[in-house]
Nanobody, 120 residues
Framework: VQLQASGGGLVHAGGSLRLSCSVSPSGGSIRVGSWYRQAPGQARELVATITSDDRSDYADFVKGRFTISKDSADNTMFLQLTRLTSEDTGVYSC???????????????WGRGTLVTVSS
């Protein structure tokens, strides 16, 4: 089982992007999902988290601007980025605590990052 993050790109300050993180092969359920980011020369930081019952939590620096969600099939997680600033530039990666099926153990999954570049 693998995660694939996508949706990054170059955007002007004030713009928006939508990142996706998909489970492959599809199936199972997301118990916990998170987005992280790492700016050049800086440590990785937690951006947002969503639980299996769709409760979400955000880092203070993205509250009101970013929205985390997942689809009803539990195969894809999203991060909607709005009102972007140059400080949002970085590699965004996804994490899932994933369960393949009822009665099966959970496993930690990490997706390769997608680069978001915000030009001022």
């Amino acid at each position: 089982v693998q995660l694939q993050a996508s949706g990054g790109g170059l955007v002007h300050a004030g713009g928006s992007l939508r990142l996706s993180c998909s489970v492959s092969p599809s199936g199972g359920s997301i118990r916990v999902g998170s987005w992280y980011r790492q700016a050049p020369g800086q440590a990785r930081e937690l951006v947002a988290t969503i639980t299996s019952d769709d409760r979400s939590d955000y880092a203070d620096f993205v509250k009101g601007r970013f929205t985390i969600s997942k689809d009803s099939a539990d195969n894809t997680m999203f991060l909607q980025l709005t009102r972007l600033t140059s400080e949002d530039t970085g590699v965004y990666s996804c994490y899932m605590l994933h369960r393949r099926g009822i009665g099966r153990p959970t496993r930690d999954l990490w997706g390769r990052g997608t680069l978001v570049t915000v030009s001022s």
